[in-house]
């Protein structure tokens, strides 16, 4: 082979190559094999059987306070198909449609965002979605061997689940906790170890065999004493009487707090202005202990009311179209900033 053949031409600061790139010719997983990614073969279900679990109550109630925090209802379009994952398990291309059409987008955008991140499954996975980093520190530290080791250790292959649906093992690109390499992701957790009944990840403790062990133990022994899915409040994220992974692949398998709870949202909040000033008008949750008002002045939010949680409107007498205000809702010592804006509007006839 000529040496020009082979050599990179520098011209005008540019790198060319004479030759294009070769492909990879290793055994690498397809993409469509990996649970984070487009699964072809996953039987997909049907809007019908879906429909229950996303147009109901609840997931209304937490739809409509995420839109009403941005200005573009695509904004929320993370959160929406994050709210379908979490109450189906995985993100079925149906949900995928219902959340574009939810964020008026398009469900080509939809597919889009939830097959570039790879936290969104798109098919089921057992109660604990072991990820294991098959990146570069983690490789050279051993990583295809521990992986082996859980496969083993499990009866499974990469990608599989196992027949009891507790397990469901995957290789995944840098977890960004290389020092620790090998290391992997019980749900949504690191863990090299078990101490204390809980999972660790200590400075320097990589994933060995022992290791590995202990954390299967750790996830079967959760499993045994939560046998059942905890109780959601409906404006989310409240979990009760929480003892490991709430068995919702993606959730948490960390303890939970278990007061805790997002600050209720103030929802559909209206500003309809007249020739008495800007009336401002909303729908606010029962948790609601009080509520203040701001407008914007001079691009600096400045108070300019506050409210009992029963009062049902406001109005800024100097007000007028245009202006922005934003709401904020506390409950106790919680409060959301903020928990909604919006622009004043001439009100209509
Ligand atoms: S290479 Fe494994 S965590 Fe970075």
Redesign the pocket.
Known sequence: MSAEKNLHIIANNRLRFTEGPKPYAGDLPAPAEQVGHLHESQKQPSWNELAPLLENEQVKLRVADLLSRYPDPQGALLEVLWIAQEVIGWVPREAIRWAASVCSCSPAHALGVATFYTMYKHAPTGRFLLQF?R????SIRG?SDIIRYAENALGIKTNGTTPDGLFTLIQVE?????G????MLVNDDFATDVESGELTLKKGAALTPDRVDRIIAWCRDRASQMKEEPVRDALGGKLSGHLGHPGAPGASARAQVLDYAPPPPVLGVSAQASADGVTLTWKAAPEITALAVERLEDSSWKQIGTLSPKDKEFKDASGKAGMDYRMTASSGDRAAKPSAAVKATEKAG
Not at 180 to 183: E, F, I, L, R, S
């Open positions: 980093c990146n570069m520190c983690c990583a840098c977890l960004g906790a290389c620790n390499g090998p290391v």
